[in-house]
């Protein structure tokens, strides 16, 4: 299985931006589709983006949709999440997914292909009032 390693998280204020990075180990990272998810303290592990493993299909959780983009750089084993106009509810540990798969990334989501996949250690992202 490919090995995942998050970076980019921090501490930011509200409206700040971040970008968060997943390398990814292996010759065939361009054959996943990826994800991020993200976990709050005392919540469930949440949704965040999908991307499909050309980077031409995206997909994301309404909370985010026109604050955050998903992208990936096949060359570089690497998929980001920049995160936009930030919010202190956008607090949480970031988890980033990689599901060996041809499939969008709305399909990798809604058949739940994540839970089949690799996941990293996380990055923790804090955004302050």
């Known amino acids: 299985q490919v090995q995942l390693v998050e970076s980019g998280g921090g501490l930011v204020q509200a409206g700040g931006s971040l970008r968060l990075s997943c390398a990814a180990s292996?010759?065939?990272?361009?054959?996943?589709?990826m994800g991020w998810f993200r976990q709050a303290p005392g919540k469930e592990r949440e949704f965040v983006a999908a991307?499909?493993?050309?980077?031409?299909?995206?997909y994301y959780a309404d909370s985010v949709k026109g604050r955050f983009a998903i992208s990936r750089d096949n060359a570089k084993n690497t998929v980001y999440l920049q995160m936009n106009n930030l919010k202190p509810e956008d607090t949480a540990v970031y988890y980033c997914?990689?599901?060996?798969?041809?499939?969008?990334?709305?399909?990798?989501?809604?058949?739940?292909?994540?839970?089949?996949?690799?996941w990293g250690q996380g990055t923790q992202v804090t955004v302050s009032s």
């Open positions: 997914n990689a599901v060996s798969t041809y499939y969008s990334g709305s399909y990798y989501y809604n058949s739940r292909l994540y839970e089949s996949g690799s």
């Open positions: 292996g010759r065939t990272f361009s054959s996943y589709a």
């Open positions: 991307i499909n493993w050309s980077g031409g299909n995206t």
